[in-house]
């Protein structure tokens, strides 16, 4: 199986500094990963992700790093802004499956 | 439709009633999947379409719960008999062919 896990329920950053967003999983099996960020009362969006193959990926503003040799997946976000604040999900595909395995969130804060 | 389109976006429902909730993928795209996600919670696997082939029905809670897809695009989740438990967000989401996944907004149900 596969269990997905985040290291911190909640980050407070302050406007314009980076954010990191951590992650890690169990399955070493599992081959693609997938950020998702969520706003409240919306529906899960994407940001960004990341195939096994390989081990960083950058978008705009966003860059997921892949660590496989410890099974950690973060998430950077540069200059964070206020409409950066929501909760931010890790998910799992394991094993050329398509079922997405999801962390439970880390609530990201943006403080003026 | 440019996106994942759910409907209802609120539904409130009697103990006992059965509920319908409908999911319009995006256009073309082959794989169909459902989550729900309680109050502050992370996402949960239920069911997963993929072209004619038969679906992953190994995240279904109870046999209360059943999903179809007709025509390879609408799809319908059906919950019978709904308890006060069965209160969160569903939510759909499609890809085409392990691609990227998308969610829609989802449907809040509430049973009282």
């Known amino acids: 199986g596969e269990s997905v896990g985040l290291h911190l329920p909640t980050l407070s950053v302050q406007e314009g500094d980076n954010s990191i967003i951590n992650c890690a999983y169990s399955?070493?099996?599992?081959?693609?990963f997938i950020w998702y960020k969520q706003e409240s009362g919306k529906g899960p969006q994407f940001i960004i992700d990341i195939r096994s193959n390989m081990d960083k990926r950058q978008g705009q503003r966003v860059t997921v790093l892949l660590n496989k040799t410890v099974k950690h997946l973060s998430l950077q976000i540069a200059a964070t802004q206020p409409g950066d604040s929501a909760v931010y999900f890790c998910?799992?595909?394991?094993?050329?499956?398509?079922?997405?395995?999801f962390g439970t969130g880390t609530q990201l804060k943006v403080e003026l | 439709g440019a996106g994942v389109s759910q409907s209802p976006s609120n539904k409130v429902t009697e103990k006992g009633k059965d509920v319908e909730l409908r999911c319009d993928p995006i256009?073309?795209?082959?794989?169909l999947y459902w989550y729900r996600q309680s109050l502050g919670q992370g996402l949960e696997f239920l069911i997963y379409?993929?072209?004619?082939?038969?679906?992953?029905k190994s995240g279904l809670p109870s046999d209360r719960f059943s999903a179809e897809r007709t025509g390879g695009s609408v799809s319908t989740l059906t919950i019978q008999r709904t308890q006060q438990e069965d209160s969160a967000v569903y939510l759909c989401a499609s890809s085409l062919n392990g691609g990227t996944i998308y969610f829609g907004e989802g449907s809040w149900l509430t049973v009282v």
């Open positions: 379409f993929q072209g004619n082939s038969a679906p992953d």
């Open positions: 399955n070493s099996a599992s081959d693609y």
């Open positions: 256009s073309g795209h082959t794989a």
């Open positions: 998910a799992v595909v394991t094993g050329g499956g398509n079922k997405l395995t």
